[in-house]
């Protein structure tokens, strides 16, 4: 919504006080778009929800609005859904999901994976023993620590990769078990974390 350039009280506050738009970009750390979207009453071109609160906020303090006059303003702003709230749902819905899903589920997803990194081991034992010439029991009788770090490797990344950057793991795809990323999933503490609890039951 717009206001006219003359009745808008925040524009108004600004030249009676002879302040410039550069002035007030040096106090708040507002970009001129905004200001001037803001010092001639266009508020439909501001972020809507918090952001707009925010910087209108920030603009009515540098000018000295009176307290009344800025919650004249604020319904005025872009109305939509906040960004805050709406996480928070988001969080919410994925949780509700987890608390639907039959806790069999859990079980059974982790017996896939199990199988599944079981038989990835295998194949990287048979791989290795075909390229090396060898058979697989010569293998695993001759070199058993780097086979077990090059296995656990796998497992680690199987993890890490699926549990931690995807959400889930090929098991709970397959079971229906639902994505647990109610965060940013590329944020190391969340993707780690995710990792290390993809077979913990849904609380």
Do not use: K
Not at 24 to 33: D, F, G, K, V
Not at 70 to 80: K, R, V, W
């Amino acid at each position: 919504m717009r206001i006219g350039y003359v009745m808008n009280p925040l524009g108004v506050a600004r030249r009676m006080r002879g302040l410039s738009l550069a002035e007030i970009a040096n106090t708040t750390r507002l970009s001129p778009r905004h200001l001037e979207a803001i010092d001639e009453g266009r508020f439909a071109d501001l972020p809507v929800g918090i952001y707009a609160r925010s910087y209108v906020r920030a603009f009515a303090d540098a000018v000295g609005l009176d307290t009344a006059e800025l919650a004249a303003i604020l319904p005025l702003l872009p109305t939509e859904e906040d960004p805050l709230p709406a996480a928070a749902r988001a969080r919410a819905a994925v949780a509700a999901r987890a608390e639907r899903v039959p806790r069999t589920r859990v079980p059974a997803a982790a017996g896939l994976d199990l199988l599944l990194l079981f038989i990835l081991n295998a194949v990287i034992v048979r791989v290795v023993a075909m390229t090396c010439g060898i058979g697989a029991g010569a293998l695993l009788t001759h070199t058993p620590l780097p086979l077990i770090v090059l296995c656990a490797t796998t497992w680690v990344l199987y993890f890490i990769l699926l549990a931690g950057v995807h959400g889930r793991t090929m098991g709970q795809v397959v079971c229906g078990v639902p994505d647990r990323r109610p965060e940013c999933p590329l944020r190391l503490r969340v993707i780690l974390l995710r990792a290390v609890n993809a077979w913990a039951p849904a609380d």
